[in-house]
């Protein structure tokens, strides 16, 4: 019986033709390979070892991070997404020049830029990178159907307790509130963080991941799911079919 916990997303690595599958990044210290696997090893590893404080902390990042993975591929692969976003204000046009006198060539450049482009997005709101088409994964039209309302507020349920456990001791503040406008919690009470809950929301994460991937697959490279990726996402039912 398969379980949305074990989902991988092995198959991007064999399904996106002629595209950058490793990429480098420097958006975490010194320069490393991202894929789909070791991204998600790290979520292997903490249904491993469940710690619940410092699980749901690592989960929401590994999550953020492969988001951010498939970015870099898709803006890489299509530098003329980049393109008509560009700000003209002077700060910005300085770093620019900067960046184009400091760069050995064109792909240092497009590199630095679409680190300060991935950086820019996960600094603001999470939800943002599923819902809106500002992130250029072209996954928006499928995560701001109204059809998907209640996986994006759980998304955002999960943001924002990872928000409360990292910089508030895990006590319900008016930010929380805010966010989480269904929720029953009340203001300075401490929010639960148990077992049960890491493991739904880490299942839950890894099938958005994979119902991202299978978006990015079909809006950007014109390919369907197969293999694991797509025996996996069988296991992902309550996600609207594409």
């Known amino acids: 019986m398969c379980s ?3 989902l991988r997303i092995k198959a991007l690595q064999k399904s ?6 490793f990429v480098r990044s420097t958006l975490y210290g010194a320069p490393k390979d991202l894929s789909a696997s070791n991204a998600y090893g790290a979520i292997s590893h ?3 070892a469940l710690n619940p404080r410092h699980a749901l902390l690592d989960a929401v990042a590994a999550f953020e991070e492969y988001l951010g993975c498939l970015l870099e591929i898709v803006l890489l692969d299509n530098p003329d997404l980049l393109k008509g976003d560009a700000t003209t204000a002077e700060r910005e046009e300085i770093k620019l020049v900067n960046w184009i006198v400091e760069s050995a060539d064109k792909s240092e450049i497009l590199e630095r830029i679409v680190e300060e482009r991935i950086r820019a997005l996960f600094y603001g709101n999470p939800v943002d990178v599923l819902t809106k088409p500002k992130s250029k994964l072209r996954i928006h039209g499928y995560f701001s ?10 998304f955002a349920e999960i943001v924002a307790r990872r928000n409360l456990i990292a910089h508030n001791d895990g006590y319900v503040d008016r930010k929380y509130l805010r966010e ?4 029953s919690f009340k203001l300075g009470k401490k929010i639960p963080n148990d077992s049960a809950y890491i493991k739904d929301a880490i299942g839950f994460l890894l099938c958005l991941a994979g119902k991202a991937s299978e978006l990015v697959l079909r809006n950007h490279y014109s390919s369907g799911v197969s293999g694991v990726l797509a025996s996996r996402l069988k ?6 079919a594409i």
């Open 180 to 183: 989480v406008t269904s929720t």
């Open 145 to 154: 159907d109204p059809q998907c309302k209640q996986h994006i507020d759980k």
């Open 235 to 240: 296991c992902c039912k309550s996600l609207p």
């Open 16 to 21: 996106l033709p002629g595209s950058t599958v």
């Open 46 to 48: 903490l249904q491993r």
């Open 4 to 6: 949305t916990e074990h």
